[in-house]
């Protein structure tokens, strides 16, 4: 187990033991409600000139003549408010950008555990994208470019929302990024949830098999790493069926 | 020849034997139109990444300025929130097959899953799970209820987490003056549509999920705080889900 990961797991919450604390505990959680609560009106009165604001700015820094988000401001400043918001939740742990696409995939991996249903539920997530991917695969073969097997599975926005937190690097033939879910298990063990899940077990259980079923249709091979519990880093390498 | 050759071969000599001549070409021209966009795409990520601290730092100056704020409201996380920003216009460019918006990845995983729950057959189980497991942070907050009488707590609880923020974000959300009332347009309507084309989430329906799981949710987590949640029935032509939390009937 990491330090980052052990350090929350050993330390219990304590903040409900008695009337005092808890108490301690709903008055923050008040004051960040009204902190927040205010912030979302200032963005929710401007968000298409934030938006505009912003996507400017980055454009001007990227040497771009237009903002990039073709007229969308006001849904481009919902999502920096959002953004703002989750930045603002520091307790009990801090919030990133992944977090609500973390806690769904934690919530229904334990259930699919519990019910012993990991492996027809991969077979089902696989199916799922055998039209998409099987494109892609022929996209692969009919260019003779294995690079695009590998942004088939990370292009999607599925792939990049979730490891946004930490962020990944890809190079033609290989992937790398730190798993995302260590912090947020360990805060859901102090709940009593997720108590089925560690890191090590989503990658064998789920990332692996999920990844080479990838493969399977895309007609390449994915080479990835084992578990590493110690730098908590995923590599996928892709190269071509021997 | 290496293998990503002998791949070529084979897939081209069984495309001329399996598809037309205009299917062919058609592919070729979908190939083609993803290639340019993912071009440019990886581009924009990659100045993005390499810009992300920079890019950060002054766009949380710049809002914060905007609202009024005088305090760092990234607490010094200016790499990471550049790659959000970065991140969402990336996604932004994503306009084919449709225009995806900052909402995509979660609605996606969460259709997954209420497919392969009605396929099994097992969505009021996975409901219940669902509402199991807020359990005990939701009790936590009956207790906050208790304490200020305040039953706005409640639709707060509910609306407050990222996993709804972030579902909501691309229509965003509307509250009563009193906190006591949300609406918001259902999420779903055009990626469910975009995945039937791929004959993918073909049981579901934007009106089944309403029924299905957001009704018995609500009515689920409202026995966690002790108070009540009536959400409005399914409207196929606004598609505004709204919900409404009140004292439990004695």
């Given at each position: 187990?990491?330090?980052?990961?052990?350090?929350?797991?050993?330390?219990?919450?304590?903040?409900?033991?008695?009337?005092?604390?808890?108490?301690?505990?709903?008055?923050?959680?008040?004051?960040?409600?009204?902190?927040?609560?205010?912030?979302?009106?200032?963005?929710?009165?401007?968000?298409?000139?934030?938006?505009?604001?912003?996507?400017?700015?980055?454009a001007?820094?990227?040497?771009?003549?237009?903002?990039?988000?073709?007229?969308?401001?006001?849904?481009?400043?919902?999502?920096?408010?959002n953004?703002?918001?989750?930045?603002?939740?520091?307790?009990?742990?801090?919030?990133?950008?992944?977090?609500?696409?973390?806690?769904?995939?934690?919530?229904?991996?334990?259930?699919?555990?519990?019910?012993?249903?990991?492996?027809?539920?991969?077979?089902?997530?696989?199916?799922?994208?055998?039209?998409?991917?099987?494109?892609?695969?022929?996209?692969?073969?009919?260019?003779?470019?294995?690079?695009?097997?590998?942004?088939?599975?990370?292009?999607?926005?599925?792939?990049?929302?979730?490891?946004?937190?930490?962020?990944?690097?890809?190079?033609?033939?290989?992937?790398?990024?730190?798993?995302?879910?260590?912090?947020?298990?360990?805060k859901?063990?102090?709940?009593?949830?997720?108590?089925?899940?560690?890191?090590?077990r989503?990658?064998?259980?789920?990332?692996?098999?999920?990844?080479?079923?990838?493969?399977?249709?895309?007609?390449?091979?994915?080479?990835?790493?084992?578990?590493?519990?110690?730098?908590?880093?995923?590599?996928v390498?892709?190269?071509?069926?021997? | 020849?290496?293998?990503?050759?002998?791949?070529?071969?084979?897939?081209?000599?069984?495309?001329?034997?399996?598809?037309?001549?205009a299917?062919?070409?058609?592919?070729?021209?979908?190939?083609?139109?993803?290639?340019?966009?993912?071009?440019?795409?990886?581009?924009?990520?990659?100045?993005?990444?390499?810009?992300?601290?920079?890019?950060?730092?002054?766009?949380?100056?710049?809002?914060?300025?905007?609202?009024?704020?005088?305090?760092?409201?990234?607490?010094?996380?200016?790499?990471?929130?550049?790659?959000?920003?970065?991140?969402?216009?990336?996604?932004?460019?994503?306009?084919?097959?449709?225009?995806?918006?900052?909402?995509?990845?979660?609605?996606?995983?969460?259709?997954?899953?209420?497919?392969?729950?009605?396929?099994?057959?097992?969505?009021?189980?996975?409901?219940?799970f669902?509402?199991?497991?807020?359990?005990?942070?939701?009790?936590?907050?009956?207790?906050?209820?208790?304490?200020?009488?305040?039953?706005?707590?409640?639709?707060?609880?509910?609306?407050?987490?990222?996993?709804?923020?972030?579902?909501?974000v691309?229509?965003?959300?509307?509250?009563?003056?009193?906190?006591?009332?949300?609406?918001?347009?259902?999420?779903y309507?055009?990626?469910?549509?975009?995945?039937?084309?791929?004959?993918?989430?073909?049981?579901?329906?934007?009106?089944?999920?309403?029924?299905?799981?957001?009704?018995?949710?609500f009515?689920?987590?409202?026995?966690?705080?002790?108070?009540?949640?009536?959400?409005?029935?399914?409207?196929?032509?606004?598609?505004?889900?709204?919900?409404?939390?009140?004292?439990?009937?004695?």
């Amino acid at each position: 187990m990491s330090a980052e990961t052990g350090e929350l797991f050993a330390r219990k919450d304590t903040m409900f033991e008695t009337d005092e604390k808890k108490n301690a505990f709903m008055n923050a959680w008040l004051a960040y409600k009204e902190l927040t609560d205010a912030q979302d009106k200032e963005f929710a009165a401007k968000e298409a000139e934030i938006g505009h604001a912003v996507a400017k700015l980055v454009a001007e820094m990227l040497g771009k003549d237009t903002p990039m988000i073709e007229g969308r401001e006001a849904e481009f400043g919902r999502v920096l408010g959002n953004s703002f918001r989750t930045f603002q939740t520091l307790v009990p742990y801090h919030h990133q950008g992944n977090d609500g696409l973390i806690k769904e995939q934690l919530k229904w991996y334990e259930f699919a555990m519990r019910e012993g249903l990991v492996k027809k539920v991969i077979e089902h997530d696989v199916e799922s994208m055998r039209n998409i991917l099987g494109e892609r695969g022929g996209w692969a073969a009919s260019t003779g470019r294995l690079e695009l097997a590998l942004d088939a599975l990370t292009t999607p926005t599925c792939f990049r929302d979730l490891v946004l937190g930490e962020g990944f690097k890809l190079t033609p033939t290989r992937l790398e990024y730190k798993s995302p879910y260590g912090r947020v298990i360990a805060k859901g063990h102090q709940r009593g949830i997720w108590t089925n899940l560690t890191e090590e077990r989503i990658h064998n259980i789920w990332t692996i098999p999920r990844y080479k079923g990838y493969a399977d249709i895309m007609g390449v091979h994915f080479e990835v790493s084992p578990w590493d519990e110690e730098t908590r880093m995923i590599s996928v390498d892709v190269s071509a069926l021997s | 020849m290496g293998a990503a050759q002998e791949m070529k071969g084979e897939l081209k000599t069984r495309m001329k034997e399996t598809m037309t001549e205009a299917q062919i070409a058609r592919a070729d021209a979908i190939m083609k139109g993803w290639f340019a966009f993912n071009d440019y795409a990886l581009l924009i990520e990659h100045q993005c990444a390499e810009h992300a601290e920079v890019i950060g730092r002054k766009a949380a100056d710049m809002i914060a300025a905007e609202v009024g704020q005088s305090r760092d409201l990234i607490d010094g996380r200016n790499a990471e929130f550049g790659r959000i920003l970065g991140n969402t216009i990336r996604t932004f460019q994503m306009t084919l097959p449709y225009h995806h918006q900052g909402n995509d990845a979660l609605m996606k995983e969460q259709l997954k899953w209420m497919d392969y729950a009605q396929q099994l057959g097992r969505t009021a189980e996975m409901v219940q799970f669902d509402v199991d497991s807020m359990k005990e942070i939701f009790e936590e907050r009956r207790y906050w209820i208790e304490e200020t009488g305040d039953i706005s707590l409640a639709l707060d609880a509910v609306t407050t987490p990222t996993c709804f923020r972030d579902l909501t974000v691309a229509d965003g959300i509307e509250f009563n003056a009193d906190r006591t009332e949300i609406s918001y347009v259902s999420p779903y309507k055009r990626v469910l549509e975009k995945g039937w084309l791929r004959n993918i989430w073909t049981g579901l329906t934007e009106q089944h999920i309403h029924e299905q799981w957001t009704i018995p949710r609500f009515a689920g987590y409202q026995e966690h705080f002790q108070v009540r949640f009536e959400v409005d029935p399914w409207d196929e032509t606004t598609r505004l889900v709204r919900i409404r939390v009140m004292p439990q009937v004695a």
